[in-house]
């Protein structure tokens, strides 16, 4: 089992970067294939970005890509989402989401795909 915990959420204005942290408890963090989410106000939780335990591959939703950048450091426990550009819609609640790559034969796409999560950090960007 692993603990979630997310962290650098915040305000931001139109155009602006901002890098959330998600620490995760437990020995084995380098087998996990880890998600961020994100859920705005009367919308689904929908993907951001995934990436693999290893780190070698990584997905992105099509309204991130060129913009979000996810990352692991498995000597810290840590996945990133570094994002640049950020828009008004980007405002949301970011959520930090992990399965063990035994269940998984790819980054899972959708919020069923995962089985521990963390408890959200808001984001709101400002236009």
């Known amino acids: 089992q692993v603990q979630l915990v997310e962290s650098g959420g915040g305000l931001v204005q139109a155009g602006g970067s901002l890098r959330l942290s998600c620490a995760a408890s437990g020995r084995t963090f380098s087998s996990y294939v880890m998600g961020w989410f994100r859920q705005a106000p009367g919308k689904e939780r929908d993907l951001v970005a995934g990436?693999?335990?290893?780190?070698?591959?990584?997905l992105y939703a099509d309204s991130v890509k060129g913009r979000f950048t996810i990352s692991r450091d498995n000597a810290k426990n840590t996945v990133y989402l570094q994002m640049n550009s950020r828009k008004p819609e980007d405002t949301a609640v970011y959520y930090c989401?992990?399965?063990?790559?035994?269940?998984?034969?790819?980054?899972?796409?959708?919020?069923?795909?995962?089985?521990?999560w963390g408890q959200g950090t808001q984001v709101t960007v400002s236009s």
């Open positions: 990436i693999s335990s290893s780190g070698g591959s990584t």
């Open positions: 989401a992990a399965v063990p790559n035994v269940v998984v034969r790819a980054v899972p796409r959708v919020k069923d795909g995962y089985d521990y």
